[in-house]
């Protein structure tokens, strides 16, 4: 720094950097350092010390090292993994947390950016002698940043260019923030603890117990009637398992997207089959005339079953047979013993036999030559194997089936299951079948149900005869094993899960971005710490009048120069003789410190002119009508779009587009809330700037709200709170605007996303069939009702559900019945998606009720003891067969009311009775309810994949609640009886002989309803079913079950065909009825956030109204002359005033922060003004005028235009002796300082005011 001269005699002065707030140091020590041989200490600002700077420096490499972590993290495994956000969750935290940061950093850099601005003219002078206009009048304050930048390179000024350029990249990483982050759907695969729900185990496995459960399942998935439930896996059975996570039970389905991968035993069961050569024997048999025998051999096995051939007595053209027997003709040994007692080390081998009937053609198959006619066969052996392999499952979206996959490359043998043979599996296998005799057909065709083939071409060829024998038992083994092989047994093991997640990823086109410009910003930060910072040119901060006007009142003669510049513009002061002069800044010997001047010449005063009041940018039209405009477009925009995001395929598709199209939402609202931030920037610039002035303009303003007010350096946070403290009510307005500007681009960043399945277009559905459920006459015939000759797999389908953990048909769910639609339109049935609509669908209900005093009666006379309870009333009764056996034996039975009955009776439709015998003295405990059936049509929400129409498994269905109707005709007979349940649910398991098993004999005399309420799906107890409320509670569910079975399989009618209008059928008109239905096409759309909108609305609104209401409250006609953010601009307004005299601010004061002038009583006590003064000697038309001599104060005129040359501060001291006019300022508040010349002497100017 350059040695510095003062009048005195030369002073070599070398400043001591004081980077420490200065705001209780003892200004006089500091003022006499030198007199001890120290130096006083310059004024760093805050903001621009090394500490400071540091920390943005450490900070600016902190975010920069984290963006690289989170790139490099969420680009892992090929970018696969990204980071957990728990979906959309968190949304509005990643979207609005990076630019919510790079706010608060652009918001204490732009403190950077004003110090630096402010301190330039005072580096310059510091440096020596420094032309006007990079000095007194240079002002990078009132510049657009970008003007700043442009101007500060040009002159060389690399302080306030860094800091601008610093601005300038932090605004851009604002923006480019709003699209750091972006959700995104991948696959997951992480280890993960699987629960695995049963384990294999035979002990408890009977094979000639069966009820025919396997054959009816395999019968259902055969007919795509139900899908197969987890477990299965032709050719493969494996336990269930799902997620350690998820406790859902068997019957429920997986989520969607999921797979989980384990290791598990597998059984495998294979049925190998080939040609058996069939002959004639003796049969030996006592009762066969012919005394012939068909004999089948294969593989070394022979068989001769006696009797004629039951293939040639079955069906009209073909017929088929099956027996198992071992492979040298033993057969299983009943002899009349329970349990049969069958040798499993024979080697037991399937034989079926097929035909073609003898049935068209004799009469007398035992005397009709049946020898003569020709038998087929096949021999099958069953075998099974076990083996460890890794099994996956999942589900896909809108699909209730499991799906599994098993690679037959990875299994490995291990020890097959004791207690389990080959031969058993196949005698089971076949029982099952036997077992469900409701099942038996005419042709013998359920031993090959999963055949796709006739029987005809069966009987041409044996290869086909095998291979449909082979993949009908094989599933019924399958089956077998999952339902009684398969115990259950939870156990945990470590296994893969992979799911379909959104993830947050770092977009690379952002992320590149923000590198950059965080290495340019880093950069920027070190040049100014090793070129720059601290910067330490002024005594104190002088960016309030009193601040300058301390360092002003040392400098007389820089002051003089100032002489009737008052009402010149910057320019007219440029042109004048203060812009040609060069200005430099020192300490003098005294420790003041000065401004200086290289035209030492005394100034005889500058030539008068009139004034150009200046305003701020912001009241012009160019400013304040986009203000208004800008805001209120973008809040039609949003209203407009939002509109088209909800009320269409969103904004527009975006799946299969280029990833850089998001960056178009990304980064232009946020350039358009950044425009809209800077026009309330410059509004609030103006106010800041202005307050001051207004106040003193208005007069006897205290200091601490106008000469020591510096608005610049104030946060906006801090400064609503303060404005409003201080009701300046158009600053607050504006730093409230801005404020709310500075949160747009926050909010923003979070205004568009992209989402699958967005609300795409209204659709219609159309209904194809109606409900016709029979004649409801009781005296109809039989078939003419929809529970009647239903087929056999259709009228086990409640069975399945109850007890096999299958999944419900399409067009039903649990107690509901869907009637069948389709899309309007035809064109969109090939859309692919889903809709959501709401549909009528059948329920059936019990209203059930306890009969407290039930007339039963027991009859022990011979057993099986019979107990009956009777309605004498109503001619109806319900018995059972009770065991009384040594052990507690539950019971049940139902029956329905009789047809014949008066209807004024009200007896009810059906009855049912259970109880509970106890062994010894303990009395019989039963329950008799009455319950009448009925059929409503309640309206359900529901969701159905398109083009499949089926539930959406993610969605169940929602009863509208209160929507109840009951508009179909119904009679008792319109419903079966509790006594008829055994045509949909399964029978108990017996052994072939019809006996129960031991183990079973607690509900040996418990109906089959009972059953399915005990053992079936979320079955409850027999025990808690002894409570008539959970009874009657249990008994309507699997009630409603089975009707809604009923209503789908037998139950619907085209509406092309003709209807009884007297039958129960709903509706009963011929218009089609149809549904609005919103369809969703489940590719990603760009939408609008709600949440978003709505806050961008209200911020937007608010700072209209708050800009509008600061520029309608700041009164800026006529009160500055000049723009007052330079040097020079304030020394012409403070020229000529007292404030600078002695008396008012002590030598020394230009070291003292605003704290210690306050402590020290400088300004304290005293108010401010700024007006005009002129001599009443001079004439003319004066509203305020002085003179030198003592008067008394004429107050003539008010605020207003004004023609001469000086305007001045002037603070107002009581105890001044001399009383002068002047405007504004009320006469017993107040008297008047005058500005005067160097002698002292009063100085008269004339200042006129333009109407």
Known sequence: MPNQDTQKGPFTYSPVINEDDDSSRDATKNVYKQERGGSPRLWTPFFLRRPVMLSFLLLFVAILCSLVALYTYTQREHRSLGIETDGSRYYYLWTYGPTAVFMLLTAGWTQVEYRASQSMPWVLMLRGPTPASESIFLDYLSNWNVVSLYKSLRRGHYLVALCVTGSLLLNGLTVFSTGLFELDTVRVTQVADLTVTHKFDGAQFDPVVNDGKAYTACLGYTKNVIDPPIGLHDPYVYPPFRSAKHT???????????????????????????????????SHARFDPQDNSEVYEADGCRVAPTGIPLALMRGDKFGMDADVAGCQGQTLSNDGKHPPEVDWNVDWRLWVSIAQTMSQHSNNYSTDGWETHEVRGVMCKMHYNMSRA???????????????????????????????????????AHQSIGAAIDYSSDTGSEYVFAAGDSLEKLWNSSAALAAAVEKSYSCIARQLAKDSLLVQEPHSVQGTERTTDQRLFVRELSFSLMVALLGLLII??????????????????????????????????????????????????????????????????TGSYTIMSDNSSPNAGLAETTPHWWRPLSTSWSIWIPLVAAPLTVIIALEVVYHISTSSRGITLVEGKSSYIHYIWVYIPALIMFAIRCLFQTVEFGARVFQPYLLLRRGAAAADKTILENQLRKVAIYGVFDSLRKRQWALAAATIALLLAAITPIVVSGLYMVQASAPTSPRNLTRIDRWNLGDPNPGSAAGSKYYDELQPVDAKIPGMIMYLNLSYPQWTYKDLAFPQVRLADADGAQEQGYIEARLPALRGRLDCAEVKSPNCSYQDDYAPYILTCDDVECSGSVFTSVGRTNAVEYFSAGSVGSSNYDPGKNCPDNRLLFGKWFPGETPMQKLVVSCDARIEEVDVDVRLQVPSFTLDPDFEPRVIEGSAKEDIRTNRSSFPGFDSMKEFLFTPETYPDGQFPETNNQLIDVDVLMRAAIYGVDGVPAEELLNADKLISRVNEVWGIIMAQLYNSGGRQPFDQPFNHSWSVLPLDDAVPTYSAVFYDGRKYLVQSEVSTRILDGLLATMVVCGVVSIAL????????????????????????????????????????????????????QKFTMGWWTDRKIGGYNPVSYTSNEGDLHPSGGMGSASGDDISVSDIDRDDSRVNERTGIPLEVQSSLVPSDEEGNSKAHEIRYRH
């Open 524 to 589: 920027v930060v070190c040049l100014l710490l090793v070129f720059f910072i601290p910067v330490a040119v002024c005594p104190r901060d002088t960016g309030c009048i009193g601040g300058l006007a301390t360092v002003f009142a040392q400098s007389p003669d820089f002051m003089s120069k100032f002489r009737g510049s008052a009402l010149m513009t910057t320019t007219q002061m440029a042109g004048s003789p203060l812009g040609q002069a060069q200005y430099t800044s020192s300490v003098t010997n």
């Open 248 to 282: 859902a039970a068997d019957n429920d389905t997986m989520i969607a997207n999921a797979e989980y991968e384990a290791e598990l035993e597998i059984f495998t069961p294979t049925i190998q089959c080939q040609e058996a050569t069939t002959t004639i024997a003796p």
């Open 1114 to 1165: 700041l009164q800026t006609k006529e009160v500055l002359p000049k723009n007052p953010c330079s040097i020079g601009a304030v020394a012409s307004l403070l020229h000529g005033s007292r404030l600078l005299g002695p008396d008012v601010i002590p030598k020394g004061a230009e070291w003292c922060s605003d704290y210690e002038l306050k402590r020290r009583g400088i300004f304290q006590g």
């Open 390 to 428: 890794p099994v996956r499952i999942w589900r896909e979206p809108g699909q209730s089936a499991i799906l599994s996959s098993i690679n037959a490359s990875d299994l490995t043998a291990i020890e097959p299951i004791a207690n389990v043979s080959d031969g058993k599996l196949l005698y089971a």
